[in-house]
Nanobody, 115 residues
Framework: QVQLVESGGGLVQPGGSLRLSCAASGSIFGIYNMGWYRQAPGKEREWVATLTSGGSRMYAGSVKDRFTISRDNAKNTVYLQVNSLKPEDTAVYYC?????????WGQGTQVTVSS
């Protein structure tokens, strides 16, 4: 069983930045692919970024060049640096760990972009 706990969300003005964190319950980064998803009010959850167990990074087109996914193996934590935020980035951001048919989710952290 993998437990994930997100933090770092908040209220930020357009153009601002945040760093979201996802603390995992164990040393899983060499085994699991780690991802960030988000869900805006009234919309379905959408994929944002992935950091594979092998270290490859992939991003959704809407966030590419603005968001960066990274990890600290010593801290069992994966990060999502979110820059140049736009109102349409407002959502609950969820951390995901997946391997084969198994997937685990955190409880989410709210990001609100508003002036």
């Amino acid at each position: 069983q993998v437990q994930l706990v997100e933090s770092g969300g908040g209220l930020v003005q357009p153009g601002g930045s945040l760093r979201l964190s996802c603390a995992a319950s164990g040393s899983i980064f060499g085994i699991y692919n780690m991802g960030w998803y988000r869900q805006a009010p009234g919309k379905e959850r959408e994929w944002v970024a992935t950091l594979t167990s092998g270290g490859s990074r992939m991003y959704a087109g809407s966030v590419k060049d603005r968001f960066t996914i990274s990890r600290d193996n010593a801290k069992n934590t994966v990060y999502l640096q979110v820059n140049s935020l736009k109102p349409e980035d407002t959502a609950v951001y969820y951390c995901n760990a997946n391997r084969g048919g198994a997937a685990y989710w955190g409880q989410g952290t709210q990001v609100t972009v508003s002036s």
